[in-house]
C-alpha cells in the first residue's frame, strides 16, 4: 500500500466522526425549521395597556391559538382587568382581541378575535417526563416570536393547589403567556410563572424590565382541555374540590408510614371542607376514584378537577387495614391565584 493510498485512507477515517456528527446536525435543524414553520403560524404577541389616574402601562407578553375561529390563550398577569388587548401573528399586524374571562386556578386568560385562525394540536401533558423535548416561543423583552428549547425539568412540580410543569428554559419579562410545544408541535402547555429567590411569581410583563427567571414554569393544557368548552361558553371554569392535601405513596412515603407499598393510591395528610364532612381522616389511604385505581396524584387530581361542583363521586379508602366506600358530594374550587 502506498504512502498517498495510506494518507486517504487516515484522512477519511480521521474525519468519519465529524462527518456524521455534522449530518446529524443538519436533520436536527431541518427538524427544528419544520417545527417552527409549524407552531409559528399559531403563536401571537399581545399587548395590553393600563390606565390609572397618573400613568398609562403597556404590558406585552405572548399567546396561542385555541381553536380555529380566533380565540387565543394568553396569561391573566399581562390582560389583568382589561377588557380589550392587541393581538398580532407574524404578519406584524395589530388585531383587537376581546376579554372572555380568566381561570384562576391556571393562570390563563382566554381573548377572542374576529377571524379565522390556524390552531395547535392540543398534546396530551400527561406524557411529560423529565428530560421530555420542548420549544417555547415568547416574546423575552419585547422581541416578538423568539424561540427557545430545553426540556422537562420536572413534571409535577406541586405549587399550592396547583400542578405546575418546571422547564429548563430561562423566562424573561415578556414571556409570559408563551406557549411550549413537545418535539411534535403539539400545545403542552402555557408559561404562567418564575422562580426567583425561591419565591414563585408572575413573569414580568414590562418590557423595559430586565429580569430573568432561571427557573420557568407552565400550567398543563391538561388542566385547560378538560375544561375548554365551558372556558369559551362563559367565560370561566367551574370545578370540583374535594379538600384534602396528599401525599403520593413513594418508596420512602411507605417506609416512613410503614404501608403496604402494593396497595397504591395516595395518603390524606390533611382534610377539610366536602372530604372533612364525609369523614375522610389525616393518613387514611384512598386508593380508587369510581372503581378507578389510582396510579398518581396527577390523574387523581384532575379526575376531581374536571368534576364539576355538587358532582357525587365514590371513594375507596384503606383505614388500619380495612377497605372502606364513601361517597362525597364535591364542593366548588374556590376561586383565588394557587400558584402566585
Not at 380566533?70 to 388587548?85: C, D, F
Not at 416578538?144 to 412540580?157: D, E
Request: with cysteine; charged share 20%.
Amino acid at each position: 500500500m502506498n504512502k498517498r493510498t495510506l494518507f486517504i485512507l487516515s484522512f477519511f477515517f480521521a474525519s468519519a466522526p465529524f462527518s456524521l456528527f455534522s449530518a446529524q446536525i443538519t436533520v436536527l435543524e431541518g427538524e427544528l425549521i419544520s417545527l417552527l414553520d409549524k407552531t409559528l403560524p399559531t403563536v401571537v404577541t399581545v399587548q395590553c395597556n393600563h390606565l390609572s389616574d397618573t400613568l398609562q402601562q403597556r404590558s406585552i407578553g405572548s399567546g396561542v391559538v385555541i381553536r380555529e375561529d380566533g380565540y387565543l390563550l394568553t396569561s391573566s398577569e399581562i390582560i389583568g382587568n382589561a377588557k380589550q388587548a392587541l393581538a398580532m401573528f407574524t404578519d406584524e399586524l395589530w388585531r383587537r382581541a376581546r376579554v372572555v374571562g380568566h381561570d384562576d386556578l391556571t393562570g390563563v386568560c382566554l381573548l377572542k378575535i374576529d377571524q379565522k385562525c390556524v390552531a395547535p394540536v392540543l398534546g396530551n401533558s400527561n406524557k411529560l417526563k423529565a428530560g421530555s423535548w420542548l420549544l417555547s416561543v415568547g416574546t423575552p423583552n419585547g422581541l416578538s416570536f423568539t424561540p427557545t428549547t430545553g426540556f422537562v425539568s420536572n413534571p409535577n412540580r406541586n405549587i399550592g393547589m396547583q400542578q405546575l410543569i418546571q422547564i429548563s428554559m430561562t423566562v424573561r419579562p415578556g414571556d409570559s403567556g408563551a406557549p411550549v410545544f413537545n418535539k411534535s408541535g403539539e400545545l403542552v402547555g402555557i408559561v404562567v410563572a418564575g422562580l426567583e429567590d425561591g419565591v414563585t411569581e408572575a413573569i414580568s410583563t414590562s418590557p423595559t424590565i430586565a429580569k430573568n427567571y432561571d427557573v420557568g414554569f407552565i400550567s398543563p393544557i391538561n388542566d385547560l382541555r378538560i375544561k375548554l368548552d365551558q372556558f369559551i361558553e362563559t367565560g370561566s371554569i367551574e370545578r370540583g374540590w374535594l379538600g384534602v392535601s396528599i401525599l403520593e405513596l413513594t418508596p420512602g412515603v411507605t417506609e416512613r408510614f410503614h404501608l403496604n407499598p402494593d396497595l397504591g393510591g395516595v395518603m390524606v395528610v390533611q382534610s377539610s371542607g366536602p372530604a372533612q364532612e364525609a369523614g375522610i381522616l389525616p393518613k387514611d389511604l384512598i386508593v380508587a376514584y369510581s372503581g378507578v385505581k389510582i396510579r398518581n396524584i396527577r390523574e387523581f387530581r384532575q379526575f376531581i378537577l374536571s368534576q364539576q361542583p355538587n358532582t357525587p363521586i365514590e371513594l375507596t379508602l384503606i383505614r388500619n387495614n380495612q377497605e372502606k366506600v364513601l361517597t362525597i358530594d364535591l364542593g366548588r374550587l374556590p376561586r383565588r391565584k394557587y400558584w402566585k
